[in-house]
Each structure stands twice: as structure tokens, then as C-alpha cells.
């Protein structure tokens, strides 16, 4: 019987989390109570795919807890990840809002907890609260301007396009501590496919850059001391 309690207690606590996403910031409550009363949460290991290019959109999603990236394939079957989403962030909502097949995979980087809300419930809410355009509208300016700059820098040296990329995870999940800014410590081989470099490139700049005392690496965490003197490295 306490073990049906704690569910029910975190399940509540699950629901009550989703509502503090920014997609929901400004939003009347009881807007957000509707669009949120069929949330189902579930948690997943590392390394699970949670979505597949070309399922059909369903449900969107929040990213409760953890970390998950958004990958596709080039031409030459290679992988290559576009982003990496963590607390807060939402995905899937292209799909749900032009209703057609997702053109992405998403899989979870670690343990992840995430809240899908029906793809209907969140059309209705854009098509009812005003301000709910706006915030995906802002979404989708936010995401355009990050892959552009990356593009821009995709004739740039190693330690600019590596700094750029750091820049990225800052900008989207960066948390401001004590120390500086934190992002979360990815493997060598998630930055070198969202730099478009060699893994033993990247992980030849991280060293140098931690030499240089512009990032301090501590486990699952990488900490930015500088933002603003990382950037000046950007060519």
C-alpha cells in the first residue's frame, strides 16, 4: 500500500514539474492544467531510443530529468547529432503540428525521465492560447539560430568549431554555479558529431583548452569558468 502512495506522490510531483517548463511560462494555469491532465511520464535508461525517423507524431515531449540527443544520418550512412536536449526542453512538436512522420531519432543519453502529453492536447493549446505560438515560435527561432551559426563555423579550425559547440550546450543548458558555467561532460563522441570533427580532434582540443584553464572537466560535469573568453577563441 505505501509503495502505491510514494507512486501516486511522485507521479503528482512528475506532473507538477512539467508545468515549470519555459514552453508553459506566461501561460494561464488553467490553460496549462488542460493541456497537461493527460501527461503520462515514464523514465528510461541510457542509451534507449524513445523515438524513431519516419514514427508518426503521436505525442510531444518534455524533458523532465536527464539528457537525450536528436540524431539523423548523412548520405553516407554516417551519424550525426543536431542536439542535445536536457530538463525542460521539449521535442516532437514538428511532427505533431504538420502531421507528418518525425524526420529524426531521439535517444536518451542518460537516465531520463520524460512527460508525453498527447499531440492533440498540444495543438489545441497553440490553437487557443496565443501566447503558446509565440513560445514555439520562439522555439524554432532559437533552434534556427543555433544550427546557422554552427554552419557558419564549419570552415573554422578545431578549437573554434570545439569552443562553438561548448558555446551551444552552454547557451541551451548551461547552469550558472559557483565555479562558472556547467553543461554536462558528454562523451568525446557525441561533441565530435556536433562539431563535424574527428574524435581524437576533439578530445586533442579539450585538452588544450583545459590546459588553458577555459574549461574544468569533474566527472559528468564541464564547467566553463569564462564564457565570454571561450567565445573569443571562435575565429
Same mark, same amino acid.
Given at each position: ?30 490553460? /496549462? ?21 519516419? !514514427? ?64 492533440? !492536447?498540444? /495543438? ?39 569552443? !562553438? ?39 586533442? /582540443? ?13 566527472? !559528468? ?15
Amino acid at each position: 500500500m505505501e509503495d502505491r502512495y510514494n507512486s501516486r506522490e511522485l507521479n503528482t510531483s512528475l506532473n507538477a514539474l512539467i508545468r515549470t517548463a519555459p514552453f508553459f511560462t506566461g501561460l494561464p494555469e488553467l490553460a /496549462v492544467d488542460k493541456a497537461t491532465a493527460h501527461v503520462v511520464t515514464r523514465t528510461h535508461p541510457a542509451n534507449q531510443v524513445i523515438l524513431l525517423e519516419n !514514427d508518426w507524431g503521436g505525442s510531444v515531449y518534455f524533458i523532465l530529468n536527464g539528457w537525450a540527443k536528436i540524431r539523423t544520418y548523412n548520405l553516407d550512412g554516417k551519424e550525426v547529432t543536431l542536439n542535445i536536449l536536457g530538463k525542460g526542453e521539449l521535442f516532437g512538436e514538428m511532427a505533431a503540428m504538420d502531421e507528418v512522420p518525425r524526420s529524426t531519432d531521439v535517444i536518451t543519453l542518460t537516465p531520463t525521465t520524460i512527460g508525453s502529453m498527447p499531440a492533440a !492536447d498540444f /495543438v489545441q493549446l497553440i490553437h487557443t492560447e496565443p501566447m503558446a505560438g509565440v513560445r514555439l515560435a520562439q522555439l524554432m527561432a532559437r533552434r534556427l539560430r543555433q544550427v546557422n551559426r554552427r554552419l557558419r563555423l564549419r570552415e573554422s579550425d578545431s578549437m573554434s568549431r570545439v569552443a !562553438d559547440t561548448l558555446l551551444f550546450l552552454a547557451e541551451g543548458q548551461g547552469k550558472k554555479a559557483t565555479k562558472g558555467t556547467e553543461i554536462p561532460n558528454l562523451p568525446h563522441r557525441e561533441l565530435s558529431s556536433l562539431s563535424g570533427l574527428a574524435r581524437e580532434t576533439v578530445t586533442r /582540443v579539450l585538452t588544450k583548452l583545459e590546459k588553458k584553464g577555459l574549461i574544468q572537466r569533474e566527472h !559528468d560535469i564541464l564547467c566553463i569558468p569564462d564564457v565570454q573568453a571561450l567565445e573569443r577563441l571562435i575565429a
